[in-house]
Each structure stands twice: as structure tokens, then as C-alpha cells.
């Protein structure tokens, strides 16, 4: 399994597992099919979106492990 952190790239986590759209959707980062947005570390979506960064890490990797 891999491990999420913050600096994984968005691209490469929905790619990795595209179940893991709603989390960013859910964070109101609604356009994760942009290239920019694919680009984005996770730390950065995270910043400019208001959310925690480490609280979303958790959540993606516990939703991976399943």
C-alpha cells in the first residue's frame, strides 16, 4: 500500500486510487480535473482551501488501507 503524505501530488493520489475524489471534493476543491490542480502537492490544495493538511494525510491513508 502506499503512504500518502503531504507533499504527494494530487495527480498521483487520484490516480492511485480515484475513491479518493470525495475527500477532495468534499474540501471544496471541485476541480480536480485542471491541470493545476492535479499538480498540486496535497500540503498546498490544503492551504489554499482553508483545510488541515495533516487531518486529510490521515484520512486519505486510513481510506487507502481498507
Keep these: 500500500m502506499a503512504s500518502i503524505t503531504k507533499d504527494t501530488i494530487i ?3 487520484l490516480d492511485l486510487d480515484e475513491t479518493t475524489a470525495p ?4 474540501m471544496g476543491m471541485h476541480c480536480l480535473g485542471c491541470p493545476s ?3 498540486e502537492t496535497l ?5 489554499v482551501h482553508g483545510v488541515d493538511a495533516e487531518a486529510l494525510v490521515k484520512k486519505i491513508n486510513e481510506h ?3
Excluded at 475527500?23 to 468534499?26: G, K, Q, R, T
Design 11 to 13: 495527480g498521483e493520489i
Design 43 to 47: 500540503e498546498q490544495a490544503c492551504a
Design 37 to 39: 490542480a492535479r499538480g
Design 23 to 26: 475527500y477532495f471534493l468534499e
Design 64 to 66: 487507502l488501507s481498507k
